[in-house]
Each structure stands twice: as C-alpha cells, then as structure tokens.
C-alpha cells in the first residue's frame, strides 16, 4: 500500500511559478513510477507527466513543467513554470507499482489556480 499527499497549489498570476510535491509513504517508493495528472472543472481527468524509467510529458505542458523525484525523501514534484489560466486545475499524484498497467494509487490532489 502506499498513500500520497501532494502539497504546494495555491493562487499564482499568469506567467508564474509553482513547485508541487507529493510525498508517498512506504520503503519501496523506487519501485514505482509516479505521475502527475490534473482535473480541470467540467473536464475529464488529464495526464500531466511521469517518471518512471523514462519521464514523459503531456503536449500541453511540455517546456514549461518539469517533473522530478527524490527517492532517499520519497518524494515526486512537479515545477511549473509560465502558468497559464488554462493550467488552472486540481493536480494529483499517482504512482504505478512496476508490472503494473495502470496507476493505483492517488493522492487527494491540490489545487493551481492561474488568475490575474
């Protein structure tokens, strides 16, 4: 089992920064892939990024968002940088044990809201 708890949303004006963090509990967090996904009011849950063997990223974000992770924390974060309105969403983080297909396990999320 492993739970997670993202931190670092907030109120932020276009063009500025945040850094997500999402700490997961257990000793094997090396094991798994973690991802970032968002939820946009009136939308369907979207992939952001991940970091698993490879980082990936969605189209959308991609130059302006930066994941990462720190094993010896367990911890995952996610930078985001050159926040558009449009980036305004509550952000999750997911991690997939190896062998699995999907995510299984989810934080709370937090939440980025972009607004002048």
């Known amino acids: 089992q492993v739970q997670l708890v993202e931190s670092g949303g907030g109120l932020v004006q276009p063009g500025g920064s945040l850094r997500l963090s999402c700490v997961a509990s257990g000793r094997t967090f090396s094991r798994y892939a973690m991802g970032w996904f968002r939820q946009a009011p009136g939308k369907e849950r979207e992939f952001v990024a991940a970091v698993g063997g490879t980082t990936r990223y969605a189209d959308t974000v991609k130059g302006r968002f930066t994941i990462s992770r720190d094993n010896a924390k367990n911890t995952v974060y996610l930078q985001i940088n050159s926040l558009k309105p449009e980036d305004t969403a509550v952000y999750y983080c997911?991690?997939?044990?190896?062998?699995?297909?999907?995510?299984?396990?989810w934080g709370q999320g937090t939440q980025v809201t972009v607004s002048s």
């Open positions: 997911a991690a997939r044990k190896a062998g699995d297909q999907g995510y299984g396990y």
